[in-house]
């Protein structure tokens, strides 16, 4: 059997997403249908829609959501109708090399659906990080749903991406700890991410640097003790000058851009660490950092993979910060609107407008 409801779908490159029919097929084997409650407007999926991530259109977007689960196939065990779930894109295989090695969170093998949702028409729909969730059902890997305890939909999807990824490159990449000094480059839903967790593990100084007032104020209610507006002033010396001389010990670029990331590598103290959690596009080059520095620095450069999070490990935590009211993931919330808004909240996106908007279904 299957369900016809509708959905946002990017038809062509560039083009304005389109409110249309889909069809969803009930749960085959390995698979979990379920009804989506929110889900958050992630720049991923407008990457999806310009052709940045690849050329497989149409798409069917929406990613960052939460939920609950209305059935599962035959041979799924470990997953109930009804619990409530967040949707995410690293569905652990437990036999790749990385997941042999007892390091999932890396695993190299992840898995969708089997089983392709469609168009009314019968055309297959690429469903955005193999989620899809821009409609009121969504077919996923049941690997994909992470049980977590029940909270607002609106909340608890954002750490199905963007939310996770910074509070990880904080928390599990950088390995931020008390007392240390944590320079965050973007002060978007990921850049204020981190520095939400940069503040979670304990560090004292957290310098937020951005072009944009706005996100700098939002930066502070997140908990940075210091902001750079790096169009008015050089964020290299502001850093340096709020540890004394020496620079963070950990610095997350949050853009996505090479010049950036080399103001995030000049940041940080010897043997620091610097995070990119920011995503390039594939023109970008790797800046021109001459080798004598890149070796006389010490520490470490690392590339941040959804945070570096384990989904089963770190979704029930994380909520259960939120619940005790030690995570404020309401705050990232700006606006909750309706599906067929979509397209205007891309454009408050890229005018910097809000952190999230989110799409919540009836």
């Known amino acids: 059997m299957s369900n016809r409801v509708q959905g946002i779908v990017a038809l062509g490159r560039g083009e304005p997403v389109t409110l249309t029919t889909i069809v969803v097929p009930d749960p085959g084997p390995g698979e979990a249908l379920v009804r989506v409650r929110a889900c958050g407007v992630c720049h991923t999926d407008l990457h999806y829609r310009e052709g940045g991530i690849s050329d497989n259109f149409p798409f069917l977007l929406g990613h960052e959501a ?5 059935s599962v196939g035959p041979d799924v065990s470990d997953l109930q109708p009804g619990a409530f779930v967040v949707l995410n894109w690293r569905a652990v295989c437990g036999t790749c090399r990385a997941c042999r090695k007892g390091k999932p969170q890396y695993c190299f093998a992840t898995f969708n659906a089997s089983q392709k949702m469609q168009l009314g028409d019968g055309a297959p729909l690429s469903p955005a990080l193999g989620i899809g969730a821009f409609a009121p059902l ?10 977590v305890a029940p909270v607002k939909p609106e909340v608890a999807g954002l750490l199905g991406c963007g939310v996770m990824a910074g509070l990880g490159a904080a928390l599990h990449t950088g390995s931020v700890g008390p007392g ?3 320079a965050v480059f973007g002060c978007g839903g990921v850049g204020s991410a981190a520095i939400a967790g940069a503040r979670l593990a304990g560090a004292t100084v957290i310098v937020a640097v951005d072009i944009d007032d706005r996100k700098l104020e939002w930066a502070r209610s997140f908990g940075a003790t210091h902001t750079v507006n790096s169009r008015r002033d050089d964020p290299v010396a502001a850093i340096r000058a709020a540890t004394g001389g020496f620079g963070a010990d950990v610095a997350i670029e ?36 001459p080798m004598i520095e890149f070796f006389g620095r010490g520490g470490a450069l690392k590339p941040s993979w959804y945070g570096d999070c384990l989904p089963s490990r770190d979704f029930p935590t994380l909520i259960e910060l939120y619940r005790q009211g030690r995570l404020d993931l309401d705050r990232f919330v700006s606006e909750t609107i309706g599906i067929g808004d979509v397209e205007e909240a891309f454009a408050r996106m890229g005018r910097g407008e809000v ?5 919540v279904f009836d």
């Open 254 to 289: 949050a853009v996505g851009r090479p010049e950036v990331l080399e103001q995030a590598f000049y940041a940080r103290d010897l043997a620091g660490t610097v995070v990119q959690v920011g995503v390039p596009t594939p023109d970008m080059p790797f800046p021109a950092i």
């Open 138 to 147: 969504t077919l996923v890997a049941a690997g994909q749903c992470t049980p």
């Open 66 to 70: 939460a939920g609950e689960v209305v």
């Open 355 to 359: 952190l999230r908007s989110v799409v």
């Open 180 to 182: 240390d000094s944590v």
